[in-house]
């Protein structure tokens, strides 16, 4: 198969949805090889192919079949005219409020050049039914990508560690200049391939975990013992003289236990 960078008739990016194409082949190529097919999954769904650089790479496979998924009216018309035969695997509409129940069963992988400006709400969304998702492959600024995979006692480590690395193992895989795209975004970017492991549920209630990370995290020079002070009384404990960024996931599981026990005899 001969695969190209998109034609003349390309669609213009839009500001509003945050569009930057990829135009690296190469790049491309790395992206869809980063699938490994963890989990057992036979659906890909590819989120906001754009003009199809990546969507050229996923067709041949034959391991999987190819769905995506575009909001951009435009880049759905060309999509269909420029692959016809994957017309009846295009979804017209937003991830954010995609119910994979309604176009097919089972387990499905995510792979994309996630818009930078709602990469956070994808991976929040993508939590919500990640059962289903056994692994995720994407692109991204490389400032979140690097929070993301990021350990504990790093600076770099935050919510959305915490949040996904309760339920996946994280890579870092390639790092891509802004030159790959176009237009070219003003910041670096990073690919990440997210695994889903073996907690199939946390020990402790999971709204309160969210409630307990995000709150900790929003003063996160604080110790816990003053930053968690919103979320209620807390016995003593040895990590509340700790920042956020020190705690492991477990950690934060073992904070909330004590929180939830607390809620519960009052």
Do not use: W
């Amino acid at each position: 198969m001969n695969y190209k960078k998109p034609d003349d008739s390309k669609v213009r990016a839009k500001k509003h949805l945050g569009q930057h194409f990829l135009k690296d082949l190469n790049i491309a190529q790395r992206i869809v090889d980063g699938l490994s097919g963890h989990g057992g999954y036979d659906r890909v769904l590819e989120i906001g192919p754009g003009m199809g650089v990546l969507t050229q790479f996923l067709l041949p496979k034959t391991n999987f079949t190819t769905h995506v998924i575009e909001i951009d009216t435009e880049s759905v018309a060309y999509l269909e005219k420029h692959y016809p035969d994957l017309s009846p695997r295009i979804i017209a509409g937003d991830f954010l409020k995609f119910n994979p129940g309604d176009y097919f069963a089972g387990k499905f992988a995510i792979i994309g050049n996630f818009p930078y400006n709602i990469s956070s709400q994808i991976f929040f969304r993508a939590l919500e039914i990640r059962d289903r998702i056994p692994e995720i492959v994407c692109m991204l600024q490389k400032e979140v990508a690097q929070r993301i995979a990021s350990p504990p006692g790093n600076k770099d480590y935050g919510i959305l560690s915490v949040l996904l690395q309760a339920f996946y193992d994280i890579d870092y895989l390639v790092s891509v200049p802004p030159g790959a795209f176009d237009p070219p975004p003003k910041v670096q970017s990073g690919v990440i391939r997210l695994r889903r492991n073996a907690v199939a549920a946390l020990e402790c209630d999971e709204k309160l975990f969210f409630r307990v990370v995000k709150t900790a995290f929003n003063q996160r020079r604080k110790t816990l013992r003053n930053a968690l002070k919103p979320v209620g009384e807390i016995p003593d404990h040895p990590l509340l003289n700790k920042r956020a960024e020190q705690l492991s996931v477990q950690d934060f599981v073992t904070l909330t236990l004590l929180a939830q026990n607390i809620q519960a005899t009052n």
